[in-house]
């Protein structure tokens, strides 16, 4: 037989009319405590708990504590954590491993652990997830908005949820609408379906570049050979930017970075940025020198590189922290929405340094 929680996944994925006719066969216990799983919202630490979990009194022994476990151990899904509660009120927990190294006469009151930490049923299961990473739990108890007991959450079901967010976020910084199904099992035209929205999002707003670009033409026709940095100019900065995101939702997804570590978060980037920019633009400065021997040129196209990646690790930190304050994923400010921000910014410093230093 399922556990419970499992039971209520599989019936979330069949047809109404099934679930009633499955449902309708199972006992009336069984029945209620799926029926009740289902009810909580599908983001929820209640929607992936558990009922089935090991419960002592605390004026139990050590003893009786063991016979209880022995009787209904077999129905439950964990056994190395037991939680001790009086009238669904949690008191404390022990652990299988101190029931079987103390002596057989000790109270439970006396041996718990009263130091819990504990989720209600409509603390967001990805939180829940983040709190095993932390602690190394192997199960966490789920209270209800009574304070009472109701469930627990366990590592096996944690993991799942871990995976799930990874791939979603994986898809939506690809510019991707996530999908449910697996890669082979989605068909060619949801997958052109899930992509095609960003795509064209991003094609269109691309569009204000080759706006900016064709504003400056009188500077190509004047100096050609500006035109040949662009597209080096709008990669290094979108890498920039990327590179950043990703190391800031990767510190907001592990509960390291918060909306209130905004200016620490920008300070140690413009300092991070101060030592790419100019390391990049000794490094094509050079380049420039050797290949045209072009001191101006070597100025604009260094210049801008310094201000380039300055710019861009700056929006790569700060939009996925107001994406988070706004209660948005901040997966989805990420490389490409980030690139064709950064990419507009490029083009507009690059010929303004431009027509200001060769005064076109």
Not at 48 to 59: I, N
Not at 116 to 133: G, Y
Not at 241 to 262: M, N, P, V, W, Y
């Amino acid at each position: 037989a399922l556990h419970l929680d499992d039971a209520a996944d599989f019936l979330e994925e069949l047809p109404a009319n099934l679930v009633t006719r499955i449902l309708r066969s199972a006992s009336p216990q069984r029945r209620m405590a799926v029926n009740a799983l289902l009810r909580y919202p599908a983001d929820s630490a209640g929607s992936v708990m558990t009922p089935e979990f090991v419960s002592l009194r605390p004026g139990d022994t050590v003893r009786q504590a063991l016979d209880t476990i022995r009787r209904t151990g077999i129905h439950k899904e964990t056994i190395y954590t037991c939680y001790v509660t009086d009238q669904r009120r949690l008191l404390g927990i022990v652990s299988a491993k101190d029931l079987m190294t103390t002596a057989d006469d000790i109270l439970i009151r006396d041996l718990m652990q009263t130091e819990i930490i504990s989720v209600t049923t409509h603390t967001d299961k990805e939180e829940v997830a983040q709190l095993f990473t932390k602690y190394d739990f192997l199960a966490i108890p789920v209270l209800d908005q009574d304070e009472r007991m109701v469930g627990i959450v366990t590592f096996d079901d944690a993991m799942d949820v871990m995976v799930d967010e990874a791939t979603e976020d994986i898809t939506k910084m690809a510019a991707m609408s996530p999908s449910e199904t697996t890669y082979f099992d989605t068909s060619v035209a949801a997958h052109a379906k899930h992509r095609i929205a960003w795509l064209l999002i991003l094609m269109f707003s691309s569009t204000i570049t080759g706006s900016i670009i064709t504003k400056y033409k009188n500077a190509f026709a004047a100096i050609p050979l500006l035109v040949s940095f662009i597209p080096m100019l709008m990669d290094t900065g979108g890498n920039c930017g990327s590179q950043s995101s990703t190391l800031i939702i990767r510190g907001i997804a592990l509960g390291e970075i918060r909306f209130s570590d905004l200016f620490r978060v920008m300070f140690k980037e413009f300092r991070v940025s101060l030592i790419v920019g100019v390391v990049l633009a000794l490094a094509n400065g050079l380049r420039i020198l050797i290949m045209y021997r072009n001191a101006g040129l070597a100025l604009v196209i260094g210049l801008s590189l310094v201000a380039t990646v300055i710019i861009s690790k700056l929006i790569g930190c700060l939009l996925p922290l107001f994406a988070k304050k706004l209660h948005m994923d901040p997966a989805i400010m990420a490389s490409p929405l980030i690139t064709t921000l950064v990419d507009t910014c490029s083009i507009l410093i690059y010929f303004n340094i431009a027509t200001r230093i060769f005064q076109l």
